[in-house]
């Protein structure tokens, strides 16, 4: 999914590069609401991990692997303005690694950070209003948001190539490739998502940010008062 430098042409790539500044801009700006005492420490350490699991790839069928995007797993966990900007930091590490080209950043960020974030968590959320609050309810909810947002990038970065592809490839070549190949890593991606969720609900649900509506609300009870009767 990380695009090399030159496939994409120049316009594209700065009009790409402008969607990635406004979009990191907002992330900004929404991501102070977001962070409290339990999202702040969190935000590193989620960084972290997907960048970390993003170096192991997972074969698929026709000698091609894919790996971990991690946007909706960043978004059900910290939120969708902090995972945003999560998915950017790994982004723009990773091209310290070769992992994407320098111009292409802007191309990566709206891509896999903004793309995948912003359907992973409205899947995501639309499923929670709708479906029964419980575990079980959010788990499938996190793995059909964390499967749809790996299609959408897919198809986000074939309308990029469409307009701006350098590249003497057809784009229905692209299309079929792309979305045939990204139907099973976005599976990996959810079996990988749900279940990292699902063991971080296990043993501090607090921790996992659109899950907070499943928490019992605390109520403060006045102690009961004794009266003496003196005899």
Known sequence: MHVPDGFIDLPISIATGAIAVAGVGISLRGA?????????????LVASFIFA???????IAGGTSGHLLGGTLAAVLVGPYTGALCI???LLV???FADGGLTALGINITDMSLVTVIVGYAVVRLLI????????????????????????AAASFTLIYAIGGTTDVPIGTVATAMIGVH???????????????????????????????????LTLREPALVVANGN
């Open 32 to 44: 102070r609401r977001e962070l409290d005492d339990r999202t702040a420490p969190l935000t590193g």
């Open 53 to 59: 699991v993003q170096m192991l790839n997972f074969p």
């Open 88 to 90: 950017a930091v790994v």
């Open 94 to 96: 990773q091209v310290l």
């Open 129 to 152: 209003a709708v479906l029964p609050k419980t575990r079980t309810a959010l788990l499938i909810a996190t793995f059909v948001g964390a499967l749809l947002s790996v299609v959408a």
């Open 183 to 217: 139907v099973p890593i976005g599976i990996g991606e959810a079996l990988i998502t749900t279940a990292t969720v699902a063991s971080i609900l296990a043993v501090r649900p607090d921790l996992v940010r659109v899950a907070r509506h499943l928490q019992p609300k």
